[in-house]
C-alpha cells in the first residue's frame, strides 16, 4: 500500500546481475524501469559506488559523536553487509547514554565514556539506562524532544489502535 502522500509505487524483480526496478505514477499509472542487465558494466561500478556510499556513510550521521562512535557505527553496517543482512541488527544509539553521564558527571569527558560504553554489553547499558539519576535525564530529554515536534501523538496512535 502506498503512503498517503506517495507519487509513486514501486516494484522490484530479478536478481543477482539481473534486477529491474519500477516506479508507477500513483495517479496516471506511467511507468519507467531501470533493468540492471541494460547498464553498461562501468556505470554499474558507479551505481554501487554511489549506493554503498550512502548507506555506510547514513550509519555516520549521529549528531554529538566523535569520529570513532561515527566509524563503529559504519564498520557495524559494513559487517552486516560482509554478512549478507541489508537492514542489520539495529541497537539503540548510545548518544542519549553518553549525553545523560555526561551531565551527571563532568568530569568524565566524551571520548572515555564512549570508550567504556563500547566495551560493555547491551545489558550492562540498559542497567545504567534504568540507574535512577542517569533515567531522569533521559525522560527529561525524550520529553524534551517529544515536545519540540510537530508530530500528533493521538494521529500515531491511531495507526497502532485502528490499523
Not at 554501487?48 to 564498520?75: C, F, P, R, S, W
Not at 551527571?104 to 566524551?110: A, D, I, L, P, S
Amino acid at each position: 500500500m502506498a503512503k498517503k502522500n506517495a507519487v509513486f509505487e514501486t516494484s522490484s524483480s530479478g536478481s543477482g546481475d539481473t534486477y529491474a526496478k519500477t516506479w508507477t505514477a500513483i495517479k496516471s499509472r506511467r511507468s519507467v524501469t531501470c533493468d540492471s542487465a541494460k547498464i553498461p558494466q562501468p556505470t554499474r561500478i558507479l551505481i554501487y559506488h554511489h549506493g554503498v556510499n550512502a548507506k555506510v556513510g547514513d550509519a555516520a550521521a549521529i549528531q554529538n559523536a566523535t569520529e570513532d562512535e561515527k566509524l563503529d557505527a559504519m564498520q557495524k553496517v559494513i559487517n552486516a553487509l560482509y554478512a549478507g543482512e541489508w537492514r542489520g541488527e539495529r541497537e539503540p544509539s548510545d548518544q542519549d547514554l553518553i549525553d545523560a553521564i555526561l551531565e551527571t558527571n563532568k568530569k568524565f569527558t566524551r571520548e572515555k565514556v564512549t570508550e567504556d560504553l563500547r566495551k560493555m554489553s547491551t545489558a550492562e547499558k540498559s542497567v545504567l539506562r534504568v540507574e535512577k539519576s542517569i533515567k531522569t535525564i533521559l525522560d527529561r530529554n525524550l520529553e524534551m524532544a517529544a515536545k519540540k515536534s510537530t508530530i500528533d501523538p493521538a494521529a500515531l496512535l491511531k495507526k497502532f489502535i485502528h490499523g
